[in-house]
């Protein structure tokens, strides 16, 4: 759908975490539109060593310290792909290990920008509008509150970005925002519309943020 309308041009590359693997999707990603991604595999997935055999891909990762970055020589096999093998350690020890089909060099350093999708998630969660709280079934009634969601979410950052303009978020004492950007927005426009008879003025204001995104 988003190739439909926006064309595969405006694909830089495809981040996806561990739910999105196996060899019809990489035969899609690959073969079909010809797109690079950058998506995370399991530490128990089998790749080719350079004797021919196979083994668990951690293995090729267990001596690499926190932090550092390794790439693996040559593509090796995964799901009937030939595809390259790049991995990390993060703080606590934990594998990160990424499969891709191009420029493997910088896959790590995009992979990381899919933290952005995980926050969303936060802010249209558990931080934010409680969307899994939803008792909808009907698929059409979920889109339509997917929308509205999306412009909520969209509102509450701009103008969370408007306000930390001039009032910058305290920093607390391990070094970490006391409030995200968004949180800022939703509790300003909660706040205005709670006290709509009085905060009229705030309120056009905040709606003129949103008309002129």
Known sequence: KFIELFG????DCILADREFIGEAWFEYLINKIDVKFRIRIKNC?????????????????RNIKNHEKK?????????????????TKSSSGEYVIIATNKKPDTAL???SKRWEIE????CLKSSGFNFEDTHLKCLPKINKLMTL???AFCWAYITGEWITSH?????????RKAKSVFRVGLD??????VHIDRKIKQFKRVVRLLSCT
């Open 8 to 11: 595969k041009e405006k694909i």
């Open 167 to 175: 009032s910058p978020i305290k920093i607390k004492s391990h070094g």
């Open 188 to 193: 300003t426009i909660g706040e205005i519309i």
């Open 149 to 151: 969601l999306t412009i």
């Open 119 to 122: 926050t969303l998630f936060k």
């Open 109 to 111: 350093e995009d992979y």
């Open 45 to 61: 997935e089998y790749i080719n060593k350079k004797n021919g055999k196979h083994a668990y891909v951690k293995n090729f990762f």
């Open 71 to 87: 790439t693996l020589s040559n593509k090796r096999l995964l799901w009937n792909h030939m595809l390259y093998i790049v991995g």
